[in-house]
């Protein structure tokens, strides 16, 4: 408990301090640490371990996190807008009404995680492992999903409008009453897909027709 409060402290003043608001937190180990509502804007969290970190309304604008741990940490409404986080491991994350606009997601690993309501509007997911995630009435406007893993997520209600599913794999995915309004599935397999009550119009299917309705 004392380290735990140690590291806590010595992490808390680091990131206050505004003299190191460029503070280098590569390779740091953050997990378990409670973050809530920490401002890590613009800073380098290459390869930190953050692994059920309470990161709850934490702001990570423009930081660069990079192949980090973030394996069953909270990140519910926090904004990661414009954030690098290319091959982040957030396996078991719960990401609820979390904001990842803009963000650079290649290779991220979202397996089991709950992004409730998130925002990933025009978010890079090329190649991202988003098996059995729950992205239930998510915003992914624009996102690139791009031979992206959607085995089995659940994107009931969500708005997908204008997004490239180019080649992804929605295999059992739950897309009711989504807005498929000009998303495009080119390549995609969507095999036991459920599309009931879906929202189509100019949507591009995977052998390349165009449904409107």
């Not at 180990?29 to 059920?52: C, K, P, V």
């Not at 519910?76 to 078991?92: G, I, K, P, S």
């Amino acid at each position: 408990m004392r380290n735990y409060a140690g590291k806590q402290e010595m992490i808390a003043s680091q990131v206050e301090d505004k003299c190191l608001q460029q503070k280098d937190f590569s390779g740091y180990d953050l997990s378990g640490i409670d973050l809530r509502g920490f401002d890590f804007s613009g800073m380098n969290l290459i390869g930190a371990d953050l692994r059920a970190a309470n990161l709850s309304g934490a702001v990570l604008k423009n930081a660069n996190l990079s192949g980090a741990n973030l394996m069953e940490a909270c990140l519910r409404e926090a904004n990661l807008t414009d954030a690098c986080l290319c091959e982040v491991n957030f396996t078991n994350t719960d990401a609820t009404r979390a904001s990842f606009c803009n963000a650079f997601l290649w290779r991220a690993k979202f397996t089991g995680s709950k992004l409730w309501g998130a925002s990933l509007c025009n978010a890079d997911l090329s190649e991202a492992d988003l098996r059995e995630a729950k992205l239930i009435e998510a915003s992914l406007v624009e996102a690139n999903l791009v031979r992206a893993n959607l085995f089995g997520t659940k994107l009931c209600g969500a708005t997908l409008l204008e997004a490239s599913f180019h080649q992804a794999n929605l295999t059992g995915a739950d897309l009711q009453w989504a807005n498929l309004v000009q998303a495009n599935f080119t390549g995609a397999n969507l095999w036991d897909c459920n599309l009931t009550h879906v929202k189509f119009g100019n949507t591009v299917m995977p052998d390349g027709r165009v449904v409107d309705c």
